[in-house]
């Protein structure tokens, strides 16, 4: 850098710092927009406390690989692949989209895979550390520019379909959606999913259920995330065709929802949800197999981010009380936030329990620890973002990383996947 910069203002809880032990084990990537640090990108191993720099230049992030190996990042001209020590082990350029992680499954072999939508609208499967590329879907299959939607099951299956500016552009108003095996040559199983994308619904892919022949889709005219309402879910069995409406909606954005990490087809979600704090947010589980909702907090709490612990016997989620009629920009909606917090409910008591104390800061971003007994959290304070940890029993809250940039909170979450990913253990 070209100033020296105390340890204490950036990581005053590593081991190799000020902290004695480490707060809590795994790998933290993060990036700092400060001015010293011209937005690069960096992993933290906090554990040991050893830090790494992942190049130069501006970067966000896209996550980490399943084994904890790997860490996907957007750069200025494409996308990179490093190592958990910093090291660049393969960049892409010419992409109209991100490429993806593979979820472990019987066609991931024993190392992680990255999927790649190229241009050409192929999806090439990169295998990693090393390996030859292959070919899972062939050029034409994700439409112009490779910008189709398309999602990867646990047991090796893709569904996907163009996005409605791709059936649009093209002068088809018709929207299909294509269930295949990740092998190329393997046979395509074709759904009609609307008429007319326009006048009738156009059906976002989000997931496949996990565990399931299920996939969850928002719908609607255009089932974007700027819907002040949030859209409408919708289940889509991928053997049949069937959609069955779910009676639940939700922003679709990926800090709106998780899944149970054990029972199939059981979805958190902030319920309800829209862009603005002042529409209600009201945390729920949901089964997608039943269509049963159950709704967890009252109308007066906005909920975000919901969290599963390992065993899935807790859920952690930030709420805040709503405000009805807020209006303003940004920065004024913003501002409805101070005092979100960070609560844990037991699936087995149906209890809540408060575990930060924000005071007029703004909580949020809850990660598990490897062992469900802490979590990792972001606190928004004073211009600034700290990262924190909390013990699950309330004895310690510490700070960890301090300085981070804020960014902006009124759409249903922060973005956070952008600028931090946490891997619990390795």
Same mark, same amino acid.
Not at 165 to 193: C, F, K, M, N
Not at 321 to 342: C, F, V
């Given at each position: 850098?070209?100033?020296?910069?105390?340890?204490?203002?950036?990581?005053?809880?590593?081991?190799?710092?000020?902290?004695?032990?480490?707060?809590?084990?795994?790998?933290?990537?993060?990036?700092?927009?400060?001015?010293?640090?011209?937005?690069?990108?960096?992993?933290?191993?906090?554990?040991?406390?050893?830090?790494?720099?992942?190049?130069?230049? =501006?970067?966000?992030?896209?996550?980490?690989?399943?084994?904890?190996?790997?860490?996907?990042?957007?750069?200025?001209?494409?996308? =990179?692949?490093?190592?958990?020590?910093?090291?660049?082990?393969?960049?892409?350029?010419?992409?109209?989209?991100?490429?993806?992680?593979?979820? #472990?499954?019987?066609?991931?072999?024993?190392?992680?895979?990255?999927?790649?939508?190229?241009?050409?609208?192929?999806?090439?499967?990169? #295998?990693?550390?090393? !390996?030859?590329?292959?070919?899972?879907?062939?050029?034409?299959?994700?439409?112009?520019?490779?910008?189709?939607?398309?999602?990867?099951?646990?047991?090796?299956?893709?569904?996907?379909?163009?996005?409605?500016?791709?059936?649009?552009?093209?002068?088809?108003?018709?929207?299909?959606?294509?269930?295949?095996?990740?092998? =190329?040559?393997?046979?395509?199983?074709?759904?009609?999913?609307?008429?007319?994308?326009?006048?009738?619904?156009?059906?976002?892919?989000?997931?496949?259920?996990?565990?399931?022949?299920?996939?969850?889709?928002?719908?609607?005219?255009?089932?974007?995330?700027?819907?002040?309402? !949030?859209? @409408?879910?919708?289940?889509?069995?991928?053997?049949?065709?069937?959609?069955?409406?779910?009676?639940?909606?939700?922003?679709?954005?990926?800090?709106?929802?998780?899944?149970?990490?054990?029972?199939? !087809?059981?979805?958190?979600?902030?319920?309800?949800?829209?862009?603005?704090?002042?529409?209600?947010?009201?945390?729920?589980?949901?089964?997608?197999?039943?269509?049963?909702?159950?709704?967890?907090? =009252?109308?007066?709490?906005?909920?975000?981010?919901?969290?599963?612990?390992?065993?899935?016997?807790?859920?952690?989620?930030?709420?805040?009380?709503?405000?009805?009629?807020?209006?303003?920009?940004?920065?004024?909606?913003?501002?409805?936030?101070?005092?979100?917090?960070?609560?844990?409910?037991?699936?087995?008591?149906?209890?809540?329990?408060?575990?930060?104390? @924000?005071?007029?800061?703004?909580?949020?971003?809850?990660?598990?620890?490897?062992?469900?007994?802490?979590?990792?959290?972001?606190?928004?304070? !004073?211009?600034?973002?700290?990262?924190?940890?909390?013990?699950?029993?309330?004895?310690?809250?510490?700070?960890?990383?301090?300085?981070?940039?804020?960014?902006?909170?009124?759409?249903?979450?922060?973005?956070?996947?952008?600028?931090?990913?946490?891997?619990?253990?390795?």
């Amino acid at each position: 850098t070209n100033a020296v910069i105390d340890c204490a203002d950036v990581f005053p809880g590593l081991p190799t710092c000020l902290g004695k032990e480490p707060l809590v084990g795994g790998r933290l990537a993060f990036v700092d927009k400060r001015r010293v640090f011209n937005g690069d990108a960096g992993v933290i191993d906090l554990g040991q406390g050893n830090t790494w720099s992942l190049g130069k230049g =501006s970067r966000t992030l896209i996550g980490w690989s399943p084994s904890g190996e790997y860490l996907l990042v957007t750069e200025d001209r494409g996308y =990179s692949v490093y190592r958990y020590d910093g090291t660049e082990v393969r960049s892409f350029d010419n992409l109209a989209v991100p490429p993806f992680w593979a979820l #472990p499954g019987p066609l991931s072999g024993e190392g992680d895979q990255l999927a790649v939508p190229d241009i050409d609208g192929q999806l090439m499967i990169v #295998p990693f550390p090393e !390996g030859q590329p292959r070919l899972a879907l062939p050029p034409g299959s994700l439409g112009q520019g490779g910008r189709g939607i398309v999602r990867w099951s646990p047991d090796g299956w893709l569904a996907w379909s163009l996005n409605i500016d791709q059936l649009i552009g093209a002068g088809q108003l018709e929207q299909t959606l294509y269930v295949q095996l990740a092998e =190329s040559g393997t046979p395509v199983t074709t759904w009609r999913l609307s008429s007319d994308v326009l006048r009738k619904a156009y059906y976002q892919v989000i997931d496949w259920a996990p565990r399931t022949r299920l996939i969850l889709a928002g719908r609607g005219i255009t089932a974007n995330s700027a819907w002040i309402d !949030g859209a @409408p879910l919708v289940s889509i069995n991928a053997d049949t065709g069937q959609k069955t409406d779910l009676g639940a909606g939700m922003l679709l954005t990926s800090e709106a929802y998780a899944w149970h990490p054990t029972q199939p !087809g059981l979805l958190a979600l902030a319920e309800g949800g829209g862009r603005l704090l002042s529409e209600t947010k009201r945390l729920g589980l949901l089964d997608v197999t039943t269509g049963k909702l159950d709704t967890l907090t =009252s109308e007066d709490i906005a909920a975000f981010e919901p969290a599963w612990s390992p065993d899935g016997s807790l859920l952690a989620y930030a709420a805040v009380h709503t405000s009805p009629g807020a209006t303003g920009d940004g920065t004024t909606l913003e501002r409805t936030l101070d005092g979100r917090a960070i609560y844990v409910f037991d699936l087995k008591s149906r209890e809540t329990r408060l575990l930060t104390h @924000p005071g007029d800061a703004v909580d949020g971003w809850p990660q598990w620890s490897a062992d469900g007994t802490r979590l990792l959290y972001t606190r928004q304070q !004073g211009g600034h973002t700290d990262v924190r940890v909390v013990w699950l029993d309330g004895s310690h809250d510490e700070l960890l990383v301090t300085g981070l940039a804020d960014p902006m909170c009124y759409y249903g979450g922060c973005g956070w996947s952008r600028m931090l990913a946490y891997y619990p253990d390795h």
